[in-house]
């Protein structure tokens, strides 16, 4: 009696489950994936479904007047540039056929490639602040950078000037009481980016994190990049110093960063930010740069990041020289790189030599067989940790930003990146590029073929982790 029961209850278990995660349109491997792993592990399976399955993170959906204005004059400033000014425009409209800004003018743009530099020109734009100054950071330690800007904030604000903060739950998860009490005592409040309690795990994922560090100072004044606040890039301030690579921004192009941070913030602490001419300034259409601010998370399909940099990679015709920690890309990125490979595209690789994930890098070299078959270089940097995250295409593009080449940054965290058109930024970046050929030791096709079963082995399996690295 009790057989053709469980008979029932099984084939209507796999039926559920079966219309479930199909509906969900992923990829072939991952909907089987889950589906093997849903019908032969039903009680395991489902939990670990419940925490990182794909749910979205249900943010609120801001429709306002500013966003539509900010997209509107968006367009109308694309609309004003010469033909000749961008020449890879259509790079410029996949972001802005996902609802992104297009590109708009900046009057200055300064790459930095160290944490000194980098600090201290954060510190000076926030000690020169006289409107608002607003901060997304994943990671932000109570280390000698975190004091420094925590009393640079408390300065401004009891100067009388606007500040608003967004921290990421897990990655500032050492901002304790001692350190936040001097914030608070100033009247600044910091909004928790999606706190992972259990009454939530039923409605988001805790894996759902914002990875932007975006500072955006009176609306004029941006930066982005690798870089979080941690004395770790700073070569002054920690012995075990990472190389990294940060940008400044001052212009139009800050609007895009100013409109990322508004809608994380709106999330995270439930206020909405003033939306007026002192955070949003008018266009300025002068400016001998042009720079593109995407952004892109879990709340959307679209993705845009991710398409972007698969364009540019196509569009590639002479050099693409790319600089990331965590290199695990899907087929989509893969074939790309493969591709312009083949094509005699010069395309170069730096991965850290030892990563701060095994399991990551073991992920990673899992992928340089195919690479180096097609005739991508591939290189290892090795005198310290390398978090930089740009790409050098040909000689007018560039892309710095907070997204690795990974399932993670692609479409489970928020991230951002900023694409510059001209030879500037690209100048700068390939020359830092070559600087870190000449540290790094290039991998061979003998060097995957001498390695032992073992590695090899654990190599492929780790490969079966990607989606979720």
Not at 63 to 73: F, G, L, M, Q, S
Not at 131 to 142: A, F, G, M, Q, S
Not at 293 to 304: E, H, M, R, V, W
Request: glycine share 6%; charged share 25%.
């Amino acid at each position: 009696m009790w057989i053709p029961l469980l008979t029932i209850g099984l084939a209507i278990w796999v039926a559920s489950v079966s219309v479930v995660i199909i509906l969900q349109r992923r990829s072939a491997t991952a909907t089987l994936a889950w589906l093997f792993a849903l019908i032969f592990l039903p009680v395991i399976g489902l939990v670990i479904y419940r925490i990182i399955g794909p749910l979205r993170l249900e943010r609120k959906k801001l429709k306002r007047t500013a966003n539509k204005r900010i997209v509107r004059e968006a367009l109308e400033a694309l609309a004003a540039f010469d033909t000749d000014t961008i020449e890879h425009l259509q790079l410029a409209r996949v972001g802005m056929e996902l609802g992104e800004v297009g590109p708009l003018r900046a009057s200055e743009v300064e790459v930095y490639l160290d944490g000194d530099s980098c600090y201290a020109a954060i510190l000076a734009a926030v000690r020169a602040a006289t409107h608002h100054v607003h901060l997304e950071y994943y990671i932000w330690e109570p280390d000698t950078i975190g004091c420094e800007l925590r009393d640079a904030l408390i300065e401004r604000k009891q100067a009388g000037v606007g500040i608003r903060i967004v921290c990421d739950w897990t990655g500032c998860n050492r901002l304790k009481k001692k350190f936040l009490a001097p914030l608070k005592a100033a009247g600044i409040e910091i909004a928790w980016f999606n706190p992972v309690r259990l009454r939530s795990l039923r409605l988001r994922r805790p894996d759902f994190r914002t990875h932007r560090k975006i500072v955006v100072c009176d609306g004029r004044v941006g930066f982005t990049g690798g870089m979080n606040i941690v004395d770790y890039h700073s070569a002054s301030r920690s012995k075990e110093f990472v190389r990294d690579t940060h940008m400044r921004i001052k212009g139009s192009a800050v609007w895009a960063l100013q409109r990322m941070f508004v809608e994380d913030y709106y999330y995270a602490a439930g206020t909405l930010c003033p939306l007026d001419a002192n955070t949003f300034p008018a266009l300025d259409k002068a400016g001998e740069h042009v720079i593109q601010i995407l952004g892109s998370g879990p709340d959307t399909a679209a993705f845009a990041i991710h398409k972007a940099l698969f364009t540019a990679v196509n569009q590639c015709s002479e050099r693409c020289w790319i600089t990331t920690p965590y290199f695990v890309p899907d087929d989509a990125l893969l074939t790309a790189l493969i591709s312009a490979g083949l094509r005699d595209v010069d395309v170069k690789l730096i991965i850290p030599k030892k990563g701060d994930s095994k399991l990551v890098d073991l992920a990673a070299r899992s992928y340089l067989p195919e690479l180096l078959s097609a005739g991508v270089r591939v290189y290892e940097y090795e005198p310290r940790f390398i978090h930089a995250k740009t790409m050098v295409c040909d000689d007018d593009v560039a892309i710095i930003g907070t997204a690795n080449l990974d399932n993670r940054s692609f479409r489970l965290n928020f991230e951002d990146i900023a694409i510059a058109w001209g030879d500037q930024v690209n100048g700068e970046l390939a020359k830092a590029f070559r600087h870190d050929l000449e540290l790094s030791r290039e991998l061979s096709g003998r060097d995957i073929d001498k390695l032992p079963l073992k590695t090899r082995f654990g190599r492929a399996a780790a490969r079966l982790l990607s989606p979720l690295l």
